[in-house]
C-alpha cells in the first residue's frame, strides 16, 4: 500500500475532486481530522463543525470591474509617485476599496455617517495609515455607530495590510477621539 491509497479511498467514499485534490495537496485527508479544541483551551460547548456550504454562504460577491479599478488605482499613484516623488491624496478611498475587497465589507452610501459599512451584522469604521504617516495609529470618534475598527496601513512599497478590531478595545476615555494604534494588534490579514 503506497502513501497515496488514501486518494483512492476518498474516491471510493464519495469526496468531490476539489477534496481530493486538497488532500493530495497536504498529504492526508483533512476532511477526516477531528480537532480536539479543548487541548487549545477553548471549551467545545463554544464550537460547532460548519460544513464548507455554511462557511462560504454569507461571502460577498466581489465585482472584477471593482477589483480592476482598485489596481489601476494603486498603480496609477505607484506611477505618479516614480514620476513626481509626491503622492496622491487618495489614501482613504484606496483603504476602502481594499476593505470592500479583501474583507468583503459592503460600504455604505456616499456621506453615511457613523460607519464606513458593514460586514455580517458589525458596523465596520474604516481607517487609513498612509506612507506618509509618522506614526502608525489612527483617531476615530467615539461617537461614531460602529462595531469594529478597520485599520489599513498602506506601506512604501504600496502593499496593503490590515487590522480588524473590536470597538470594546479601544482605549478608554473621555475625549471626542480614541486613537488605535496599528503596533497593538495583532489581527493582521
Known sequence: MSDWDFLHDMN?????????ADAAACGYNPHEIDVDVAAFGYSPDEWHAIDNDELFSELPVISPE??????SLVESAVSFYKLTNRYLQIWGELGELYAEIEYGIRRHKPHTRGSDGKLGNDFIEVKTISPEKNKDQVKVKRAGNFNKLLIIKINKDFTFEG???????????????ATASWSNNENCK
Open 163 to 177: 487590522q480588524l478590531i473590536a470597538r470594546k478595545d479601544l482605549p478608554k476615555g473621555d475625549g471626542k477621539l
Open 66 to 71: 471593482l477589483v480592476t479599478i482598485f489596481d
Open 12 to 20: 471510493n467514499e464519495g469526496y468531490s475532486p476539489e477534496q481530493i
